[in-house]
């Protein structure tokens, strides 16, 4: 993974909080897997889908898309039990 650079989170020198920066290349490897992700949930591979999702958050973690996508596999899947166990 991209190690991204440390940054300060406001102006002021003495302060101990800082963030991750993404870099270009961690925003472009997040991408893709954002990508792999929606190609397994399109699939139904609910699992593989929250691992990519996974992936672009370790790599892009201020990114509030990539937690987005990953509850929406997780919902499926429980809806899809859920209907099956209704069904019976």
Not at 41 to 47: A, P, T, V, Y
């Amino acid at each position: 993974m991209a190690e991204a650079p440390v940054m300060p989170v406001n102006d002021d020198p003495a302060d101990e909080e800082y963030v991750k920066v993404p870099t270009e290349k961690a925003n472009m490897l997040a991408e893709k897997s954002k990508a792999k992700g929606n190609e397994a949930l399109k699939k139904q591979d609910f699992e593989q889908a929250v691992t990519s999702y996974s992936v672009a958050i370790n790599l892009v973690p201020t990114n509030h898309v990539y937690y987005r996508h990953t509850y929406s596999p997780q919902y499926r899947r429980r809806a899809l039990i859920l209907l099956f166990f209704l069904q019976q």
